[in-house]
C-alpha cells in the first residue's frame, strides 16, 4: 500500500504489481472505501489473478498433452510399420531393390502411401512385411561378381530374388512398381567390361519374365559414395532424424548454402558400414569446411556430397552436406586376405634370411594370432601355400594388423592418411553395421552402445563357471561349441 502525494492521512490509493507481470501494473484511485468494499474488491482482484493463473496452467496442460499426443503417433506409427502390410489398399505404392554385395545378394519389397501433400514431409517409405510380420527380404549366396566369367547366367542368378519379390508385390501393381539392381564393392572390383556385360544380360533379359518398372538406368554398379549415402540416408530415415517437426532428440545447428541464418534442426547420426570388400564412412558436415590447402580442398570434392531430399530445391529444410568416404580392401573378407598376403610375405622373407622351411608343409606350420587355438588353415595366394595353426593372442594379432590400417593399399589410401571433414565429437552418433555388427553381437553378445575397453575385455576373456577365461586363447572347438549357443551367429557372413 502507498499514499499519494499530498494529503496522505485522508485517502489511500492501492498499488497491485507483485500478484501480476509488470506491465500490468495499475493502481485504483484514491478514494475512500469502507472496510468492506476494500474486502470485495481485494476479493475481486485475488479472483482475477487466479482465473489468468487458471488459463496459463490450462494452456501448459493442453501444450503437454499435444506434446504427449505427437509422441503416441509417433510410437503407434512405428507400430504400425511393424505390422504385415495390407496388400488390398490399392492406394499404396511399391518398389523392390536388389543390393548384390560382394558375399550375396538381398532382395528387399518397400511400400508407401500417396504423399500427404506438405512440401516439407518426405514419403513414408516403409519395409514390406508378410502375413507373420517378418520383414520380406531373401539373400542369396555367393556374390554375383562371382559371374565373372559366365555372365550370360546373370539373369538366372537373379531369377529366385525376382520370382521372390513378384510374389508378394501384388500382380495389378508390377508394371509401376520400380526395380533397381544396384551392384557394390564385389562388383566394382572387376573390370569394366565385365561388369557390363554381366548389366546388359540382366538389362535384356529381366524385363522378359517379370513386368517390373525396369530400364537400362536401374542397374548400375554403384560408386562407394553412392553406397555410403544411401546407407546414411537410411539409418537416419528410420530413425525419424528427417522429421523436423519432433523436437526431442539432440539438436544441431547447420549452415545451408545460399542462407546467411543457420538452421537448427534434429542432429543426424553417422555411419561405419565394414561389408565383405569395403568399408564404408558417412556423417553430416553441418559448418562450412576451412581447409589447409588447395590439395586438400580438391580432395575434399570428391568426398563431400550435396543434396536435398526435399520435393524441389526451394524447400532448403531437407538440403544436407555428408562426407562420404570407402576404403576398398577394407571389408571382412578382403582385409583377411590381405592380412594372408601380409602373412605369405614375411614367412618367406623369413624362411629366404633364415633359411627354414616354416608353413611349407602342414608339420610346420605358422602359427597365426588372429587364429582360435588349434585352427588350423591353408593359404593359396600367387601360386604359393601357406599352412597355418591359430594361436588366440589378441594383442599380438592387434600389432600384426596395424600396418594394414596405416599403410597404402593398392586399391584405396590407408584410412589414417585419407581426408576427413572435421567432427564435434560432444554432439555426434555413430552407428556400426554389417562386420561391425556381427563381431559385437554374434560373437560376444555386446550389441548397442560401443565401449572400447569393454569389447577389448570381452574379446580376451570371458566368464565361465564363475572363472575367467581368455576368449582368444580357447581352443577351436571351444569357440565353435560357444557360439553354436547364440542364436543370431548364424546370420553372420563370415
Not at 588349434?374 to 594361436?391: A, C, H, K, P
Not at 565361465?464 to 571351444?478: A, N
Request: proline share 6%.
Amino acid at each position: 500500500m502507498r499514499l499519494p502525494p499530498g494529503d496522505r492521512r485522508g485517502s489511500s490509493a492501492i498499488s497491485f504489481s507483485c500478484l501480476c507481470p509488470a506491465s500490468w501494473h495499475f493502481t485504483v484511485p484514491s478514494v475512500s472505501l469502507c472496510l468492506r468494499q476494500r474486502l470485495a474488491l481485494l476479493g475481486l482482484l485475488l479472483g482475477a489473478c487466479l482465473l489468468l493463473l487458471l488459463v496459463i496452467v490450462t494452456n501448459l496442460w493442453h501444450w503437454r498433452a499435444d506434446a504427449r499426443d505427437r509422441q503416441f503417433e509417433r510410437y503407434l506409427a512405428r507400430y504400425r510399420a511393424l505390422e504385415a502390410t495390407d496388400t488390398e489398399d490399392l492406394a499404396l505404392s511399391y518398389g523392390v531393390v536388389v543390393d548384390c554385395g560382394s558375399s550375396g545378394s538381398r532382395v528387399f519389397v518397400y511400400f508407401w502411401p500417396p504423399h500427404n501433400g506438405n512440401p516439407h514431409d518426405l514419403l513414408d517409405i516403409r519395409q514390406m512385411r508378410d502375413h507373420s510380420s517378418k520383414p520380406v527380404v531373401k539373400k542369396i549366396k555367393p556374390g554375383i561378381s562371382t559371374l565373372a566369367r559366365t555372365p550370360e547366367k546373370a539373369s538366372d542368378y537373379m531369377r529366385p530374388l525376382l520370382s521372390f519379390a513378384a510374389a508378394y508385390v501384388p500382380k495389378a501393381k508390377h508394371k509401376e512398381t520400380p526395380l533397381y539392381i544396384l551392384c557394390t564393392a564385389g562388383m566394382r572390383l572387376l573390370p569394366d567390361w565385365q561388369q557390363a556385360a554381366i548389366l546388359e544380360d540382366l538389362v535384356r533379359d529381366v524385363p522378359l519374365e517379370f513386368d517390373f518398372l525396369f530400364s537400362e538406368s536401374h542397374a548400375e554398379v554403384i560408386s562407394g559414395k553412392q553406397e555410403g549415402v544411401y546407407a546414411w540416408i537410411g539409418i537416419n530415415f528410420v530413425l525419424g532424424r528427417f522429421d523436423h517437426e519432433e523436437e526431442e532428440d539432440a539438436l544441431v545447428s547447420v549452415t545451408l548454402a545460399g542462407q546467411e541464418e543457420p538452421v537448427v534442426r534434429k542432429r543426424t547420426v553417422g555411419i561405419l558400414d565394414m561389408g565383405g570388400a569395403s568399408l564404408q564412412i558417412a556423417y553430416e558436415v553441418p559448418s562450412s569446411t576451412v581447409f589447409s590447402s588447395p590439395q586438400q580442398e580438391e580432395e575434399a570434392k570428391s568426398l563431400l556430397a550435396d543434396f536435398n531430399l526435399g520435393c524441389d530445391v526451394q524447400h532448403t529444410k531437407h538440403g544436407y552436406r555428408v562426407y562420404v568416404n570407402t576404403f576398398l580392401g577394407f571389408g571382412g573378407n578382403f582385409a583377411r586376405q590381405r592380412y594372408e598376403a601380409l602373412m605369405l610375405n614375411r614367412t618367406v622373407t623369413q624362411n629366404r634370411l633364415r633359411a627354414e622351411q616354416m608353413g611349407l608343409n602342414p608339420e610346420l606350420p605358422v602359427l597365426d594370432p588372429c587364429l582360435p587355438v588349434g585352427l588350423e588353415d591353408v593359404v593359396n595366394q600367387s601360386g604359393q601355400t601357406l599352412y597355418i595353426r591359430g594361436q588366440g593372442d589378441w594383442q599380438a594379432c592387434a600389432e600384426q594388423l596395424l600396418p594394414l590400417l596405416v599403410g597404402e593399399n593398392r586399391s584405396q589410401a590407408s584410412l589414417s592418411h585419407a581426408y576427413k571433414a572435421p567432427i564435434d565429437f560432444t554432439n555426434s552418433e555413430f552407428y556400426g553395421f554389417s562386420e561391425f555388427y556381427y563381431c559385437t553381437d554374434d560373437v560376444l553378445r555386446l550389441g548397442g552402445l560401443y565401449h572400447s575397453p569393454t569389447f577389448t575385455r570381452a574379446a580376451q576373456v570371458r566368464r565361465r563357471r564363475g572363472v575367467w577365461e581368455h576368449f582368444c586363447m580357447q581352443r577351436f572347438p571351444g569357440v565353435c561349441d560357444f557360439c553354436a549357443r547364440l542364436p543370431l551367429f548364424p546370420f553372420a557372413s563370415f
